[in-house]
């Protein structure tokens, strides 16, 4: 059974940085292009970020140049690293394969960026 387990998340000033992982069981990453996704209250589930399996990537312009996703097939993870961070990130982030797939979605990882 497929399931994506988020951690990492946790509260943060502005300009900081965390770094999520996500692993991935039921299924091997290495064959599907990955994502991370957000959801902040009140709002719909957005994309932040997608790898492809060869590894090119994508971001949403509002975290273009302060967060990098990345994987390790070996590991069965993704991870996604987070610079500047700005209260407006401020949300419950996700991964699944990318695009998501529908019943797969974890539980999430909250990330709040506060002072």
């Known amino acids: 059974q497929v399931q994506f387990v988020e951690s990492g998340g946790g509260l943060v000033q502005p300009g900081g940085s965390l770094r999520l992982s996500c692993v991935a069981s039921?299924?091997?990453?290495?064959?599907?292009?990955m994502g991370w996704y957000r959801q902040a209250p009140g709002k719909q589930r957005e994309v932040v970020a997608s790898?492809?399996?060869?590894?090119?990537?994508n971001y949403a312009d509002s975290v273009k140049g302060r967060f990098t996703i990345s994987r390790d097939n070996a590991k069965n993870s993704v991870y996604l690293q987070m610079n500047s961070l700005k209260p407006e990130d401020t949300a419950v982030y996700y991964c699944?394969?990318?695009?998501?797939?529908?019943?797969?979605w974890g539980q999430g990882t909250q990330v709040t960026v506060s002072s």
């Open positions: 790898i492809l399996t060869g590894s090119n990537t």
């Open positions: 039921g299924m091997r990453i290495r064959l599907h292009a």
């Open positions: 699944n394969a990318a695009p998501g797939w529908d019943s797969k």
